[in-house]
């Protein structure tokens, strides 16, 4: 298939979350990614339906995300839609690079979600919808 | 997700965690880590049949880890396959919490 248009919907609880991994894996299955790359899929798709969960949404079930997945000039796009206030994931990450934290107490256990978004995304992008968010993460096809 | 403790030498408490550690894995962990943080001094958190770590799983380590190392115990992690290590590694938890592919090593930092 040269431009899959494949549809997920969920509902805006933790719990549902786990409900996607198996539409990933066959997404991969079909256009044959590595397992790292796999691991890749999985975790940005898991940061960023938490962060439209958690942040969102604030942790309120009962509203919508709907994800496509689409095949773009040989990238893997998975495209998260909400309708919750504006929220854009793809702020820069905290400064990464300069200074080591200091102790553990200082390591804050939350706020690594965006980070690792940044780190194992493919591309990136978010766009506010005239209700809604759209998050759009990409994976070069092997 | 499974969680099984194992005591070794020199007071050390080995957490052997099994499976995707994502939220669900998280959730499914997150009380029995807390009450091995409560009891523990030293704490070797062996990652090595972890497949899957996400931010969620992160959570389940470093703040049983803070609790430890509040009342002036340990942690270390053990073995993680190299997708866990680069997490653990972009999330700059190893450079607080200290990474070994090798026991005895993880065993002398502990003790």
Redesign the interface.
């Known amino acids: 298939m040269d431009n899959p248009q494949d549809r997920f919907e969920l509902d805006s609880q933790l719990t549902e979350l786990s409900r996607v991994q198996p539409w990933i894996e066959a997404l991969a299955d079909r256009y044959g990614f590595s397992e790292d790359a796999r691991f890749a899929m999985q975790l940005c798709v898991e940061e960023a339906l938490a962060n439209v969960v958690l942040h969102g949404y604030r942790s309120e079930a009962g509203h919508p995300i709907v994800m496509r997945a689409s095949l773009s000039e040989g990238t893997l796009v998975f495209a998260i839609d909400d309708k919750a206030p504006p929220f854009a994931p793809t702020e820069p990450a905290p400064p990464n690079g300069a200074t080591k934290p200091a102790s553990l107490e200082s390591i804050e256990p939350g706020g690594n979600g965006i980070r690792l978004l940044h780190r194992f995304a493919g591309s990136l992008r978010y766009e506010r919808l005239p209700d809604g968010n759209r998050l759009t993460i990409g994976f070069p096809v092997p | 997700m499974t969680i099984s403790t194992e005591s070794m030498d020199g007071g050390i408490t080995r957490v052997l965690l099994d499976g995707r550690l994502?939220?669900?894995g998280a959730a499914a962990v997150d009380l029995r880590m807390n009450v091995l943080a409560g009891s523990s001094k030293f704490l070797l958190i062996d990652l090595s049949k972890v497949s899957?770590l996400?931010?969620?799983g992160?959570?389940s380590i470093?703040?049983p880890?803070?609790a430890v190392?509040?009342r002036g115990g340990k942690?270390a992690l053990f073995s993680p396959v190299?997708?866990v290590e680069?997490?653990l590694k972009?999330?700059?938890?190893d450079?607080?919490?200290p990474i070994f592919h090798d026991l005895d090593a993880a065993v002398a930092a502990l003790c």
């Open positions: 994502d939220i669900q899957f996400g931010s969620m992160l959570r470093i703040i880890a803070q190392s509040r942690v190299p997708m680069e997490v972009a999330s700059r938890v450079e607080i919490i």
